[in-house]
Protein backbone atom coordinates (compact mmCIF):
# COMPACT_ATOMS: atom_id res chain seq x y z
CA UNK A 1 0.00 0.00 0.00
CA UNK A 2 2.80 2.39 1.08
CA UNK A 3 4.38 2.06 -2.44
CA UNK A 4 1.34 2.61 -4.38
CA UNK A 5 1.17 5.67 -2.50
CA UNK A 6 4.70 6.30 -2.87
CA UNK A 7 4.43 5.58 -6.75
CA UNK A 8 1.34 8.11 -7.07
CA UNK A 9 3.25 10.91 -5.41
CA UNK A 10 6.04 10.56 -7.78
CA UNK A 11 4.40 10.06 -10.85
CA UNK A 12 2.22 13.53 -10.10
CA UNK A 13 4.95 15.13 -12.14
CA UNK A 14 5.10 13.12 -14.73
CA UNK A 15 0.99 13.88 -15.06
CA UNK A 16 1.19 17.49 -15.64
CA UNK A 17 4.35 17.33 -17.58
CA UNK A 18 1.99 14.59 -20.23
CA UNK A 19 -0.92 17.13 -19.61
CA UNK A 20 0.99 20.30 -20.21
CA UNK A 21 2.46 18.26 -23.35
CA UNK A 22 -1.47 17.56 -24.61
CA UNK A 23 -2.69 21.50 -24.09
CA UNK A 24 0.51 22.88 -25.12
CA UNK A 25 2.29 20.63 -27.80
CA UNK A 26 4.27 23.28 -29.49
CA UNK A 27 5.64 24.75 -26.36
CA UNK A 28 6.52 21.17 -25.01
CA UNK A 29 7.92 19.74 -28.70
CA UNK A 30 10.58 23.09 -27.93
CA UNK A 31 11.33 22.79 -24.34
CA UNK A 32 15.25 22.62 -23.89
CA UNK A 33 16.03 24.02 -27.14
CA UNK A 34 14.07 27.20 -27.52
CA UNK A 35 17.69 28.49 -26.81
CA UNK A 36 19.22 26.96 -30.70
CA UNK A 37 16.27 28.99 -32.96
CA UNK A 38 15.86 33.09 -33.29
CA UNK A 39 12.64 32.89 -34.13
CA UNK A 40 9.48 30.47 -32.52
CA UNK A 41 9.86 27.03 -34.78
CA UNK A 42 7.05 26.44 -36.64
CA UNK A 43 5.51 22.26 -36.14
CA UNK A 44 3.84 20.77 -38.88
CA UNK A 45 -0.02 19.55 -37.68
CA UNK A 46 1.23 15.81 -37.74
CA UNK A 47 3.92 16.07 -35.66
CA UNK A 48 1.36 18.27 -33.08
CA UNK A 49 -0.98 15.36 -33.76
CA UNK A 50 2.06 12.75 -32.57
CA UNK A 51 2.92 14.86 -29.83
CA UNK A 52 -1.18 14.92 -28.41
CA UNK A 53 -1.26 11.09 -28.79
CA UNK A 54 2.04 9.99 -27.37
CA UNK A 55 0.50 12.31 -24.58
CA UNK A 56 -2.33 10.41 -24.38
CA UNK A 57 -0.75 7.06 -24.81
CA UNK A 58 1.29 8.06 -21.90
CA UNK A 59 -1.61 9.31 -19.50
CA UNK A 60 -3.57 5.92 -20.25
CA UNK A 61 -0.45 3.99 -19.28
CA UNK A 62 0.55 5.30 -16.45
CA UNK A 63 -2.78 5.30 -14.91
CA UNK A 64 -3.28 1.26 -15.67
CA UNK A 65 -0.18 0.70 -14.28
CA UNK A 66 -1.67 2.82 -11.09
CA UNK A 67 -5.18 0.67 -10.61
CA UNK A 68 -4.66 -2.09 -12.44
CA UNK A 69 -3.80 -4.54 -9.05
CA UNK A 70 -7.25 -3.11 -8.02
CA UNK A 71 -9.21 -3.95 -11.37
CA UNK A 72 -10.60 -7.37 -12.46
CA UNK A 73 -8.93 -8.78 -15.31
CA UNK A 74 -11.84 -8.54 -17.75
CA UNK A 75 -11.99 -4.80 -16.88
CA UNK A 76 -8.07 -4.97 -17.66
CA UNK A 77 -8.76 -6.40 -20.56
CA UNK A 78 -11.63 -4.03 -21.47
CA UNK A 79 -9.60 -0.85 -20.86
CA UNK A 80 -6.15 -2.40 -23.24
CA UNK A 81 -8.44 -3.26 -25.96
CA UNK A 82 -10.17 -0.01 -25.75
CA UNK A 83 -7.16 1.90 -25.68
CA UNK A 84 -5.40 0.21 -28.62
CA UNK A 85 -8.81 1.04 -30.63
CA UNK A 86 -8.31 4.26 -29.59
CA UNK A 87 -4.42 4.36 -30.61
CA UNK A 88 -5.59 2.34 -34.09
CA UNK A 89 -8.30 4.79 -35.27
CA UNK A 90 -5.70 8.01 -34.44
CA UNK A 91 -3.20 6.25 -36.41
CA UNK A 92 -5.39 5.64 -39.19
CA UNK A 93 -6.56 8.97 -38.63
CA UNK A 94 -3.20 10.86 -39.08
CA UNK A 95 -2.38 8.24 -41.92
CA UNK A 96 -5.65 9.38 -44.59
CA UNK A 97 -4.77 13.08 -43.56
CA UNK A 98 -0.71 12.43 -44.52
CA UNK A 99 -2.08 10.79 -48.08
CA UNK A 100 -4.46 13.23 -48.81
CA UNK A 101 -1.65 16.04 -48.71
Do not use: N
Not at 34 to 52: D, L, N, Q, V
Not at 63 to 70: A, K, M, N, Q, R
Amino acid sequence: MAETILYFILMIPVYGILIWTYFCPEDSMSWGQRWMYREEPEFSETAIGYTKLLSVIGIFFITFILVSPYLHHTIRLVLILGMLGYIIFRLLKYRKKVLDE
